[in-house]
């Protein structure tokens, strides 16, 4: 006679735990050609969108840049001594034009006051993703250059 260590129960699914082991370990591997084809469908255009959005964001971040330059230079040309709103207005095409941006619908608004000039310079940028639309903007002020005597 064997002594119970414990309830009958406890042995039982022991032995049953141990079956299953030894089941598993002696189980022939599956066949799993084939699978290759549904994982790529499924993961693909996740990957695509995740590129895509990242292309995406460094294109604006591109041309929001451009942006800020476009209207600190436009501010600097309309502030100078001599400087009238259609130099910064030229200033801010001119530099769009030459930095190799891809803004469309472009527009400079430029505030002429006796102590200070302030320019925005907006545009759309180009979507590589279908529905994503953004605008970029930048405002810059710069004191106008006065005679002191």
Do not use: C
């Not at 469908?41 to 964001?57: E, S």
């Not at 840049?65 to 600097?76: G, K, Q």
Request: charged residues 20%; aromatic residues 6%; hydrophobic residues 40%.
């Amino acid at each position: 006679m064997t002594p119970a260590l414990g309830p009958p129960d406890l042995d039982d699914s022991a032995m049953t735990i141990r079956t299953r082991i030894s089941a598993l370990k002696h189980r022939r591997p599956r066949d799993e050609r084939g699978y290759g084809a549904p994982e790529f469908v499924l993961v693909m255009p996740v990957v695509m969108l995740i590129f895509l959005l990242l292309v995406q964001w460094s294109v604006q971040l591109y041309n929001d840049r451009i942006v800020h330059a476009a209207a600190r230079e436009s501010a600097v040309s309309a502030a100078a001594w001599d400087g009238t709103e259609a130099d910064g207005r030229q200033t801010a095409k001119d530099y769009l034009a030459d930095s190799g941006s891809d803004l469309s619908n472009t527009n400079v608004t430029i505030t002429l006051s006796p102590t200070e000039v302030t320019v925005t310079v907006s545009g759309d940028v180009m979507t590589l993703v279908p529905g994503m639309t953004k605008r970029v903007s930048a405002t810059a002020t710069v004191p106008r250059e006065r005679f002191a005597q």
